[in-house]
């Protein structure tokens, strides 16, 4: 069964330094988001991209980060300058529309 | 603006019992909602969905949730519990208006223990 691959699975980082945290969405889906999980707290919504650019954002997602799909089959999110509180797990998703979500298994992202 | 609500950060029940979950949204607009499990360490998988037709839905393991309009809610069930059911729980609403975002909103999550 197809399913959505994110690498590294576990990134550290210094603080200032830039990271991009990768996804291999299912192969048919259009619809492609990134979502963040503190540890301890809840998921929350960080940008979703459809037909090559992005439809949505949170206040979450500033000018520190950015995302790609720069090959028709990875999608990135590029963070610029690490802050400590940056420190989370990022989950990858990808769909075909109808509000289904199928989620990577995280990048656990953490910065010293 | 699309909330979650979950009572109940942590339920414990022995192996064997019922298992309830609750979940209380709110939206303007008709809902999808949704339940994700989340083992330790891993990823979140989809348990069940709710997109307007049936409003009792039978998801993987065992679960089923009923959304109940006039109560606002998605409680998720189990009759029986097993061990193998430990794990953090999540509820989520998505606006049901087929826009190109669906994103999710999540509930602050439910640690379910099962006692042997």
């Known amino acids: 069964e197809p399913e959505v691959t994110q690498t590294p699975s576990h990134q550290v980082t210094q603080m200032g330094q830039e990271v991009i945290l990768r996804c291999v969405p299912i192969s048919n889906h259009l619809y492609f988001y990134w979502y963040r999980q503190i540890l301890g707290q809840k998921v929350e919504f960080l940008v979703s991209?459809?037909?090559?650019?992005?439809?949505?954002k949170s206040e979450i997602f500033d000018d520190q980060f950015s995302v790609e799909r720069p090959d028709g089959s990875n999608f990135t999110l590029k963070i610029r300058s690490t802050k400590l509180e940056d420190s989370a797990m990022y989950f990858c998703?990808?769909?075909?529309?109808?509000?289904?979500?199928?989620f990577g298994p995280g990048t656990r992202l953490t910065v010293l | 603006a699309q909330s979650v609500t979950q009572l109940g950060s942590h339920v414990s029940v022995s192996e064997g019992a019922l298992v309830l979950l609750r979940c209380n949204y709110s939206s303007s607009v008709p809902p999808y909602l949704f339940w994700y499990v989340q083992y330790p360490n891993q990823g979140l998988q989809l348990l069940l969905k709710y997109t307007s037709a049936a409003t009792l839905v039978k998801g993987i393991n065992g679960f089923e949730a009923e959304f109940k309009k006039s109560e606002t809610s998605f409680h998720l069930t189990k009759p029986s519990a097993h061990m193998s059911d430990a794990a953090e729980y999540f509820c989520a609403v998505s606006e049901a208006n087929g826009g190109a975002t669906n994103k999710l909103i999540f509930g602050t999550g439910t640690l379910l223990a099962v006692q042997p």
């Open positions: 998703a990808s769909g075909r529309g109808g509000n289904e979500q199928f």
């Open positions: 991209f459809y037909n090559n650019e992005i439809s949505e």
